[in-house]
């Protein structure tokens, strides 16, 4: 049943991607309920937006109803660069400079064990 997979992505996540690829990192390849678990205990801000797509995608395989449960693993987890929102900071003698605060794109892929 290579063939069934199950994603969930979630957007404009107001992240710097290099940041949310270091938890992503932790849990690529990892069974679910293992994944879920090493999330709870990893000391970064960018853990929040990735539990919710991981939990997102469970929701949708349950949802299926043809997905095993207890043998879904994370098949794939990338961050992609969002767009980033310019912003301007004043500086003194009337200069500026220009503050970029980046966004990523968060997708995660549920696959199903042999």
Do not use: C
């Not at 949310?20 to 970064?44: M, Q, T």
């Not at 207890?70 to 400079?97: F, Q």
């Amino acid at each position: 049943m290579e063939g069934h997979v199950v994603k969930a992505t979630a957007r404009w996540v107001r992240m710097a991607p290099r940041k949310v690829r270091h938890v992503a990192d932790v849990i690529r390849g990892k069974r679910v309920d293992e994944a879920s678990a090493i999330l709870s205990f990893v000391p970064r801000r960018a853990v929040l937006p990735v539990k919710k797509v991981l939990n997102s995608a469970v929701d949708q395989a349950r949802q299926a109803g043809n997905f095993d449960l207890d043998n879904l693993y994370v098949k794939e987890i990338y961050v992609d660069k969002g767009p980033s929102i310019k912003r301007t900071l004043s500086r003194a003698r009337g200069m500026v400079n220009r503050i970029d605060k980046f966004t990523s794109h968060i997708t995660v892929v549920l696959g199903e064990l042999d």
